[in-house]
């Protein structure tokens, strides 16, 4: 019987990390807000700086971070043999 990580599928790997990118971008969203809140921003362009560094990160995290899947060649591949 196989249990644990090593044995999940690749759907339900792919959905832990989904799931551990969102809870890394909520924390750290919510970070930068506590820090600008306690800073106690004034204008608009400090609070458009802080909204920048609270959302750039997470946006990259959650475009670059996907994991590769299997190529279409090595799909095709295994289609055939």
């Given at each position: 019987?196989c249990t644990g990580l090593e044995c999940a ?31 106690h921003l004034d204008s608009l362009s400090s ?34 043999r």
């Open positions: 019987m599928s690749p759907y339900a790997w792919g959905m832990q990390l989904v799931t551990l990118k969102a809870v890394l971008a909520t924390v750290w969203i919510s970070v930068m807000l506590i820090l600008g809140l306690t800073r609070w458009i700086l802080v909204a920048g560094a609270a959302l750039l990160p997470p946006i990259v995290m959650m475009w670059r971070g996907n994991p590769s899947g299997q190529p279409i060649s090595e799909s095709i591949y295994d289609a055939r």
